[in-house]
């Protein structure tokens, strides 16, 4: 029914990690590239990592060094592990699935999203 579905989010102090996961079903599991995106309240929806089936990865400036995507293939699931995290990092994060892959920091390039979860991190 739904094709991503996100868990793993909460409220965190600073400096803490989070681990998003990201299970995808039906034509979401045969994606090209899986992504993370995220919104915080008054802003856009901004990219903020990319996993392509290849394996190749890509980050946002504000993720590089700090959050690492990875998937399990076989469990169909997409990871985001946030580390040192900043009250900035305060959004609804959402997972996303392209079949094309052509520009996975484009938000149009993605077909499948899920709901959204949110992270909230206090000083």
């Known amino acids: 029914q739904v094709p991503l579905v996100e868990s793993g989010g909460g409220s965190v102090q600073a400096g803490d990690s989070v681990r998003l996961s990201c299970v995808a079903s039906?034509?979401?599991?045969?994606?090209?590239?899986m992504g993370w995106f995220r919104q915080a309240p008054g802003k856009e929806r901004q990219f903020v990592a990319a996993?392509?089936?290849?394996?190749?990865?890509f980050y946002s400036d504000a993720a590089q060094g700090r959050f690492t995507i990875s998937r399990d293939t076989a469990e169909n699931t997409v990871f985001l592990q946030m580390n040192s995290l900043k009250v900035e990092d305060t959004a609804v994060y959402y997972c996303?699935?392209?079949?094309?892959?052509?520009?996975?920091?484009?938000?149009?390039?993605?077909?499948?999203w899920g709901q959204g979860i949110q992270v909230t991190v206090s000083s």
């Open positions: 996993f392509l089936r290849g394996g190749m990865t």
């Open positions: 996303a699935a392209s079949s094309l892959a052509a520009n996975v920091v484009r938000e149009t390039s993605y077909n499948y």
């Open positions: 039906g034509g979401a599991s045969f994606s090209a590239a």
